[in-house]
T-cell receptor
Framework: AQSVTQPDIHITVSEGASLELRCNYS??????LFWYVQSPGQGLQLLLKYFSGDTLVQGIKGFEAEFKRSQSSFNLRKPSVHWSDAAEYFCAVPNQAGTALIFGKGTTLSVSS | DTAVSQTPKYLVTQMGNDKSIKCEQN?????MYWYKQDSKKFLKIMFS???????INETVPNRFSPKSPDKAHLNLHINSLELGDSAVYFC???????????????FGPGTRLTVL
């Protein structure tokens, strides 16, 4: 069955430092993979998505993610974190029927000055 | 212009009451969803509608009844509210006409329901 694991519940990064948020997936075929961000008190916004092709995907707000089939991973990266990046980050895959998203439990990102 | 809107933003009510949450999207999408986010921020699909037809009904108590009067609206009615219903409820929509969830989903701002 499709599933997503985000191993890190909470990460704190200094402003200006690089960031990597981990996501591991379990999926029957070539996966569709998504990263969403939820700012405090807000709904979710799509950062980026992978369907096929180039395994390095560029997203909004300077984020990128790399699909690694051998590691069943789709980690999110940003070279220099800004204080406004503090939020909850969710990795997601479609369910088996493709009719809804299955979300990971999220990683809370805190940014220190 | 708000793409996916929900009302109300906050809802505080007593156990046993019946309440509704409304959702509207102006994106022209064919598929709409309701998700529940619990106190640990875990997001889980509740319902999915494609062109007013129910696609998904996850293991949700039948006290929860979605209603889609047209493809731009998906309302959530909850009967006999319980303490465990306290959560943030998110509406979302996506363009995919077939109801498949491989397309980007656009989320509303959420409705925080507190049952006392």
């Amino acid at each position: 069955a499709q599933s997503v694991t985000q191993p890190d519940i909470h990460i704190t990064v200094s402003e200006g430092a690089s960031l990597e948020l981990r996501c591991n997936y379990s999926y029957g075929a070539t996966p569709y993979l998504f990263w969403y961000v939820q700012s405090p008190g807000q709904g979710l916004q799509l950062l980026l998505k992978y369907f096929s092709g180039d395994t390095l995907v560029q997203g909004i707000k300077g984020f990128e993610a790399e699909f690694k089939r051998s590691q069943s991973s789709f980690n999110l990266r940003k070279p220099s974190v800004h204080w406004s990046d503090a939020a909850e980050y969710f990795c997601a895959v479609p369910n088996q029927a493709g009719t809804a998203l299955i979300f990971g439990k999220g990683t809370t990102l805190s940014v220190s000055s | 212009d708000t793409a996916v809107s929900q009302t109300p933003k906050y809802l505080v009510t007593q156990m046993g009451n019946d309440k509704s949450i409304k959702c509207e999207q102006n994106l022209g999408h064919d598929t709409m969803y309701w998700y529940k986010q619990d106190s640990k921020k875990f997001l889980k699909i509740m319902f999915s509608y494609n062109n007013k037809e129910l696609i998904i009904n996850e293991t949700v108590p039948n006290r929860f009844s979605p209603k889609s009067p047209d493809k731009a609206h998906l309302n959530l009615h909850i009967n006999s509210l319980e303490l465990g219903d306290s959560a943030v409820y998110f509406c979302a929509s996506s363009q995919v006409a077939s109801g498949l969830s491989t397309d980007t989903q656009y989320f509303g701002p959420g409705t925080r329901l507190t049952v006392l």
